[in-house]
């Protein structure tokens, strides 16, 4: 049975910092390139990182670049997002989601229930 | 980077009507978009990939056509559990953009 599990989000001030971690079990997670997308209250979905089965390849949207950091530990079947110098626009629910390495493209078939980040003063 | 661009934003359909959903990017994708939907509360769930490609477990009812620039989603005879939101998603390169959202109501 897939599981997807993300954890670490909370409340932080403006400033701060957050580590994410995705827990993932069901599937060979080291076969598999994983995504972050978040979703601020009452939005839309907005991607937010990407990294590649073995950890070599690593998008940011321009929004986090330079801020948050993508990491994977194939050994410990975890992903995790290091988030720097937050700000009130980073308040969202974070999801993490596989995408499943089609030929036909990048897409997102499995993901998780989401961690909620807030930052406020 | 390209922009994909939803449209409606919002829907009104009654049970068994077929709905359309369009989804429109600056650039060519080839068939490279991927659709999803939102039930309140829930992950995105992967409905369509590769414009036309069902996903397993999708009911057939939902359907995906187009290339290049211009998508549509169609659900064909609208069903109560089809409340949500849909989004459709660039995939051919990164950034990997997700449209506006379309949201659909039962009338």
């Known amino acids: 049975q897939v599981q997807v599990v993300e954890s670490g989000g909370g409340l932080v001030k403006p400033g701060g910092s957050l580590r994410l971690s995705c827990a993932v079990s069901?599937?060979?997670?080291?076969?598999?390139?994983l995504s972050w997308v978040r979703q601020a209250p009452g939005k839309g979905l907005e991607f937010v990182s990407y990294?590649?089965?073995?950890?070599?390849?690593?998008f940011y949207a321009d929004s986090v670049q330079g801020r948050f950091t993508i990491s994977r530990d194939n050994a410990k079947n975890s992903l995790y997002l290091q988030m720097s110098s937050l700000r009130a626009e980073d308040t969202a629910l974070y999801y993490c989601?596989?995408?499943?390495?089609?030929?036909?493209?990048?897409?997102?078939?499995?993901w998780g229930q989401g961690t909620m980040v807030t930052v406020s003063s | 980077d390209i922009q994909v661009t939803q449209s409606p934003s919002f829907v009104s359909a009654s049970v068994g009507d077929r709905v359309i959903i369009t989804c429109r990017a600056s650039?060519?994708?080839?068939?490279?978009l991927a659709w999803y939907q939102q039930t309140s509360g829930k992950a995105p769930k992967l409905l369509i990939y590769?414009?036309?490609k069902l996903e397993s477990g999708v009911p057939s009812r939902f359907s995906g056509s187009g290339s290049g620039t211009d998508f549509t989603l169609t659900i064909a005879g609208l069903q109560p559990e089809d409340v949500a939101t849909y989004y459709c998603?660039?995939?051919?390169?990164?950034?990997?953009?997700f449209g506006g959202g379309t949201k659909v109501e039962i009338k």
């Open positions: 989601a596989r995408d499943p390495q089609r030929d036909d493209g990048y897409a997102f078939d499995i």
């Open positions: 990294i590649s089965s073995g950890g070599s390849t690593i």
């Open positions: 650039q060519d994708l080839n068939w490279r």
């Open positions: 069901g599937f060979t997670f080291s076969d598999y390139h």
């Open positions: 998603q660039k995939a051919n390169t990164f950034p990997f953009t």
């Open positions: 590769a414009a036309s």
